[in-house]
């Protein structure tokens, strides 16, 4: 089976971003990885404006066009509402045998498989399992982004403490998506998530150019070859 990596955070803290620089990153150094959202709503929105959904732009970097062997999401919601929600209004049932044939079947051509969730750790999805027991199922380390955004610091921190509660093992990591040199702020999230979770914050990410499309850079790539290198990818 191929390592799966969950790539965890809050709304737009860059998950799908990294996870598309990475994949690029490790495929161009003999590594079949990619990126798979098994659950994404808000699909109508994005339609609308004419945008690709993350899972399109993840299954674009796909290396086979056969419909199974690529990483197309298992199930889009078209409101922007927790998935779960989503299934009761919208009529489709959230079935974990569909969620693990697809993991299976992505094992067949990629490792590391990067899941992407942005979901609540106790939003229902299969059955009487949430995320929290999904990821125990996994038996795999997360991977936490943290963005550096005082905004929503406070529920990346309940996040993380109820993950250590739960004795979910991860690492983390700070994007610096806004691109601040404040390095007070840098440390003060790094001193209060290890003091109230225990967790580490192992690395900052530094800013990376906010397009699907564009090449890495020299800077970007130096990074992620720092990040790969903590992932032991």
Known sequence: ???????????????????????????????????FIPFESG??????????????VFNS????????????GLYHGYQHFPIHFCSITEGF???????????????QNYSPIFLEYSGGLHTPLFQEVDFLQLLHKLDTNFLYILDDSPDFFEAALSNLK?????NCEGRIMLNNK?????????????????????????????????SFESDLTSSENAALSVVAEKLQL
């Open 93 to 107: 049932k959230l079935n974990q045998a569909a969620f693990d044939k697809k993991i299976s079947q992505l094992s």
């Open 162 to 166: 109820l993950l250590k509660q739960k």
């Open 43 to 56: 699909i109508s929105q994005k339609n609308s404006s004419d945008i690709l959904t993350n899972s399109e």
């Open 1 to 35: 089976m191929a390592r799966v990596v969950p790539v965890l955070g809050g709304r737009a803290v860059g998950k799908s971003l990294l996870i598309l620089k990475l994949c690029e990153f490790l495929n161009r150094n003999n590594k079949q990885s990619i990126g």
């Open 61 to 72: 970097k796909a290396i086979s066009s056969e419909k199974s062997l690529n990483p197309s």
């Open 178 to 210: 806004n691109k601040s040199t404040d390095a007070a702020w840098f440390e003060y999230i790094w001193k209060t998530v290890y003091d109230i979770t225990g967790y580490e914050v192992i690395h900052l990410l530094p800013y990376f150019y906010d």
